[in-house]
């Protein structure tokens, strides 16, 4: 059954402003610029170097085609500006196995909503494409914005869910100063995620 779903994977997937699509090899210089900025990087443990940058696409790409699903590249009036989608959680936790929705624009396109409505159609898409019956997220608790996105997208945290990323290292620092290793986890079910969608449709 869900075999036979993912089978039927569109290739991209459009929203009211932004497509969601497949990664291409051009999109690695904006990538690169991405991870060296400070604002974009401000809750991760450091910036990206291009070596890295190229080896996290191809981990991007290769979940893609393993999966059927993952993060998208996302474009704006055709232009790359970050990446948003539902990707497997790769390390060991009390809420896992699970899946994760993430996102990471470009500076100069924040405050207009994009990540919320990449995000949307990403959880849509996990919920009734690939048939999950629950997404999570996870940030350190300072990471304002995407506590917020996480909100508007109607996740909720459970302070009883908060956990240590086991990939990093106690007394962690991010780039912009934030303890590190603790995290909060958001979660929302397919349930819950319809009953939502109904809700605005009706508005
Ligand atoms: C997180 C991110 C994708 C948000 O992108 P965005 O397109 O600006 O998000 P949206 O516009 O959909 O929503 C942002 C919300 O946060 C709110 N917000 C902005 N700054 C905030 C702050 N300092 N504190 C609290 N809320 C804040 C906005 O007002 C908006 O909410 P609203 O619609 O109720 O006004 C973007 O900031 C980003 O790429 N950050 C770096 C990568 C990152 O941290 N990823 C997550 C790692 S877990």
């Not at 999570?136 to 009883?160: H, I, Q, W, Y």
Request: hydrophobic share 45%; aromatic share 10%; with cysteine.
């Amino acid at each position: 059954m869900l075999a036979g779903r993912i089978a039927r994977i569109t290739r991209a997937v459009r929203t009211e402003r932004l497509l969601l699509r497949e990664w291409r090899d051009d999109d690695l210089e904006p990538w690169v610029a991405m991870g060296r900025d400070p604002e974009v990087m401000r809750f991760f443990p450091s910036l990206v170097e291009r070596d890295r940058a190229v080896e996290a696409m191809t981990r991007i790409r290769a979940h893609h085609a393993r999966e059927g699903f993952g993060f998208w590249a996302v474009e704006l009036g055709g232009t790359f500006v970050g990446f948003c989608g539902i990707g497997r959680v790769p390390f060991e936790a009390h809420f896992t196995p699970a899946v994760e929705i993430g996102w990471r624009l470009a500076r100069s396109c924040w405050g207009h909503g994009y990540a919320t409505e990449a995000a949307r159609a990403a959880l849509a898409y996990g919920f009734d494409v690939v048939g999950l019956r629950e997404i999570v997220a996870f940030l350190v608790p300072e990471n304002a914005r995407s506590a917020r996105v996480c909100e508007k997208l109607g996740m909720t945290r459970d302070p009883a869910d908060d956990f240590d990323h086991p990939a990093i290292a106690e007394g962690a620092i991010s780039v912009g100063g934030a303890p590190q290793r603790r995290h909060a986890l958001y979660r929302i079910s397919a349930a819950r995620a319809d009953e939502l969608s109904a809700a605005r449709r009706s508005r």
